[in-house]
């Protein structure tokens, strides 16, 4: 299944794959791929949930969620006895930005890769715990990293591999991003320019 090049704005959901075992006791769903979207302004923005197998979510635009960008979760927590998490999840080279939280992973799920996205600032994605601080280069398990210095979206603890990210955002495969948007909201404005005078006075990358 390969849902692709939509854009979904302003709803309660804006895109969700998984598996509802509760009702059929031993499903999975595999080979899912969602890729090249915008999803923006929604309340929940990606939902991966339930026995999904190998995951792909690559090269996405998700931005002004209410609740979080990407969630990775099972319904176990929602009394759903025959459910098992999410395995094998990749999210890598999306946008992940301007969220409340930019990516959720339950505690029951294993470790998602999250490796080279952009969430919404060069410093990384915001993660205060742990022992051992990253730079975005050197990076360090899941189980002690931290990046307290990070000023983009909030990521879960410990079950999300995020190191190391994007300095700069992607342009989705759907076009519907515009060249010079550098803080992954879809649209250049001041804040672009912005970012772009600071990072030109300190001599790094917007």
């Given amino acids: 299944v390969v849902i692709a090049e939509n854009l979904v704005y302003d709803s309660e959901m804006g895109i969700a794959a998984g598996d509802y075992c509760e009702y059929n006791a031993g499903s999975y ?3 899912v791929t969602i890729q090249g979207n915008a999803v923006l302004d929604n309340e929940y923005g990606i939902d991966i949930f339930n026995d999904i197998r190998g995951a792909h979510v690559v090269g996405n635009i998700v ?3 209410a609740e979080y960008g990407i969630g990775v979760y099972d319904y176990t927590s929602s009394g759903w006895s025959d459910c098992l998490p999410p395995t094998d999840t990749v999210i890598q080279y999306n ?3 301007d969220n409340n ?3 959720w992973v339950e ?3 294993g ?3 999250a490796k080279y996205n952009f969430w919404g600032h060069i410093s990384g994605p915001q993660d205060p715990n742990g022992t051992m601080e990253t730079d975005g280069v050197t990076c360090y398990s ?3 990293v931290k990046n307290a210095d990070g000023t983009g979206d ?7 591999e995020y190191c190391p990210w994007l300095a700069v955002p992607i342009i989705s495969s759907t076009g519907l991003c515009p060249v010079g948007d550098l803080d992954g909201d879809c649209d250049v404005d001041f804040n672009d320019l912005a970012r772009l005078a600071a990072n030109w006075l300190v001599g790094t990358e917007p």
């Fill in 29 to 31: 769903t595999g080979n």
């Fill in 63 to 65: 931005t002004g969620s």
């Fill in 95 to 97: 946008n992940i930005a």
């Fill in 101 to 103: 939280v930019g990516l």
């Fill in 107 to 109: 505690d029951v799920v």
């Fill in 111 to 113: 470790v998602v890769n």
């Fill in 142 to 144: 899941v189980d002690v």
């Fill in 154 to 160: 909030d990521v879960s603890e410990e079950n999300a």
